[in-house]
């Protein structure tokens, strides 16, 4: 038995190299992330506890429910795999961009169909999809003149459903929000002290729904703006030039792309152009 395998026997479930190698593909297989060999002691940690719930003995026996297909393990399993870190205003840049250039050109181009949509992609539990609308409110006098909608995504059903609910811990976006805490968020009470609660005015500008990036897409689009930020590192290059080619053919002619610092698609493709930091533009 490795040093590694003996550690998790002795934490409650012997993990091999071989656990590790089959999970490995299972997470790949059904989302697309390539786990690193850095990874193995998160694996172990988050689907021991499903071991746990399940009455499981071994994770050779997690691996065989997964390999065959139980829908309601497979949906656990891919929330317990994925990283959900995210933010309000995370990578501010990105907002100061969207409000001070790319509003303004959005409600010329589109001054006729007065329609703009927006698609957060790996929305994780709501802080991206809130801090847009938040924008949209903040930059659009006559909002209400216009169609716009921000479609909100993550394969993770546990953080879609914190990111429709709204409700978060005042003390952890306090720092970030600043005045706009008392702008757009209501103070909860009773047992809800401590916590705040998006306003309707935001809520209503967002869909949220489940979706695996690769996986069918049954939006039609098009969209004026795709948010993807540090979801497409969990990939590996390949699939990564597969979503770029895809974000392309659903966003509208010269659409934005926001995605990641540590993301580029310039290497995998020509149909963008780079024109700020970590923001492309579509050119064909």
Not at 10 to 39: C, K, P, W
Request: net charge positive; charged share 25%; proline share 3%.
């Amino acid at each position: 038995m490795s040093t590694s395998a003996a550690r998790s026997a002795r934490l409650g479930f012997e993990f091999t190299d071989q656990d590790f190698s089959r999970l490995r593909e299972l997470v790949y297989q059904h989302t697309g992330i390539r786990m690193a060999d850095n990874r193995r002691d998160l694996i172990y940690g988050r689907l021991s506890r499903r071991l746990r719930a399940l009455g499981l003995q071994s994770f050779g026996a997690y691996c065989r429910l997964i390999e065959d297909g139980h829908g309601d393990e497979l949906e656990a399993f891919t929330n317990a795999v994925t990283t959900n870190l995210t933010a309000f205003f995370r990578e501010a840049h990105h907002f100061d961009y969207l409000a001070d250039t790319l509003i303004p050109e959005l409600l010329e181009r589109n001054r006729e169909s007065r329609r703009i949509r927006l698609w957060s992609a790996g929305c994780s539990t709501g802080e991206e999809p809130y801090t847009l609308a938040m924008i949209l409110r903040e930059n659009i006098p006559d909002i209400h003149n216009w169609d716009i909608r921000i479609l909100a995504t993550d394969l993770d059903s546990n953080v879609l459903s914190t990111a429709a609910a709204g409700i978060y811990e005042q003390q952890n976006i306090q720092r970030a929000l600043g005045n706009r805490l008392k702008r757009w968020f209501r103070k909860g009470s009773g047992g809800n002290q401590g916590k705040a609660k998006v306003l309707p005015e935001l809520q209503e500008l967002i869909v949220y729904k489940k979706l695996n990036l690769m996986e069918s897409w049954p939006m039609k689009g098009p969209f004026d703006v795709i948010f993807c930020r540090n979801v497409l590192i969990y990939f590996d290059k390949p699939t990564q030039k597969k979503l770029f080619d895809r974000f392309a053919g659903i966003l509208v002619e010269k659409g934005h792309l926001f995605i990641g610092h540590s993301e580029s698609p310039l290497d995998l493709t020509d149909r963008y152009a780079l024109i700020g930091q970590s923001i492309y533009q579509k050119n064909r």
